[in-house]
């Protein structure tokens, strides 16, 4: 297997590329090479989801200074969930370099979410262990937390609820929804939401629903304060 358009694709250099070839080894094609030195990807995966967990942990404890403990995690447990896993493996084309057994091929392996997720957590232990955590941070930064500053997660966060957090250190602050748009044909609609303090508008959100298009409108309240 040829990691060269990979590692281009990545701007990363491997020290010890064994380390990265046993990254994209399934326990199949080990199992079809008993003869030859390989080694599957499955230690690799479990130092990988560990070292994952505390980058991930690290990014949002620093990006989000007033979610309280219980928001942190549902947030970090649906960014290193096996869904959010394999759109990342994806988006590098993992499965292109993944060493399979005939058999496992054959079923579409390649395309096993459980597989791709796998894939992804070994190769973070395996920059982990080449590199050190700060390469992996920089992995992460390029990779991984774009997608949570673009929202792709939000679905795992309460904004109005952290939102309601932080004006109740203030008593004279009313906080109050609207919608003050709807648009769009009804199978397609997209709603506009107004989040106003104390009667002015602190946060403009946009969504398919009125929660969603409230949930973001409180999320750009939360950036501004």
């Given at each position: 297997m040829d990691f060269k358009p990979l590692l281009k694709q990545l701007?990363?250099?491997?020290?010890d590329e064994t380390i990265l070839y046993q990254a994209f080894t399934h326990s199949s094609y080990v199992n079809e090479h008993r003869n030859q030195a390989y080694q599957?990807?499955?230690?690799l995966e479990f130092l990988g989801d560990a070292v994952l967990e505390l980058g991930v942990s690290q990014y949002l404890y620093r990006i989000y200074p007033k979610m309280a403990e219980g928001e942190l995690t549902k947030l970090r447990a649906s960014?290193?969930?096996?869904?959010a896993l394999v759109g990342f493996a994806n988006k590098l084309s993992f499965d292109r370099y993944v060493l399979l057994g005939k058999g496992e091929e054959r079923t579409g392996g390649r395309k096993r979410p459980a597989l791709l997720a796998d894939v992804f957590e070994a190769f973070i232990g395996a920059l982990y262990l080449d590199q050190g955590f700060f390469v992996v941070l920089e992995f992460l930064e390029r990779y991984v937390f774009p997608e949570v500053e673009k929202g792709a997660f939000s679905h795992a966060m309460?904004?109005?609820?952290?939102?309601?957090?932080?004006i109740q250190q203030n008593r004279h602050t009313e906080i109050e929804y609207e919608i003050v748009e709807e648009k769009g044909p009804a199978h397609d609609r997209e709603f506009i939401a107004n989040v106003s303090l104390n009667a002015e508008v602190a946060g403009v959100g946009h969504g398919r629903t009125k929660k969603e298009a409230e949930q973001r409108a409180a999320k750009k309240a939360l950036d501004q304060l």
């Open positions: 701007g990363i250099n491997f020290n599957d990807n499955e230690r960014i290193v969930c096996e869904p309460d904004y109005k609820s952290q939102l309601q957090e932080v």
